[in-house]
């Protein structure tokens, strides 16, 4: 096999013969070597092992919506946070409360103008 394709073989699988590579599938303290886990447990436990076993780290997500839902809520939420911070209560660009109006106008000042007498 090294001179006709370049493979060094050592081992075969044990049920079906084929040549195995760097993985393989034993079973600690028993004598064998196999392919794979269908060759060396049968189609019944490689069944089984597949549907049991979930790889990989879990989603975070569902589906594709959850991740906007996800964010719009972690807005709002900073954007609550910051108002309480900042201590404003509506966004001025929205009411009129930055509107100049008359009665203010009208009002007397608070603060004394230099050179009258209260």
């Known amino acids: 096999m090294l001179a006709e394709h370049g493979v060094y073989m050592r081992e075969i699988c044990e049920k079906c013969g084929k040549i195995l590579g760097p993985i393989r599938f034993i079973r600690y303290r028993e004598p064998g070597e196999w392919c794979s886990r269908l060759c060396r447990d049968g189609v019944e436990a490689a069944e ?4 049991t076993r ?8 569902r589906n594709d919506r959850e991740p906007r839902i996800a964010e719009r809520q972690q807005h709002a939420i900073r954007q609550k946070n910051y108002r309480e911070r900042r201590r404003v209560t509506e966004n001025p660009l929205v009411t009129d409360s930055f509107h100049v109006s008359t009665e203010a106008e009208n009002r007397p000042s608070a603060i004394p103008i230099a050179g009258e007498r209260t």
């Open 48 to 51: 089984r092992h597949s549907t």
């Open 54 to 61: 979930k790889g990989g780290r879990p989603r975070k997500y």
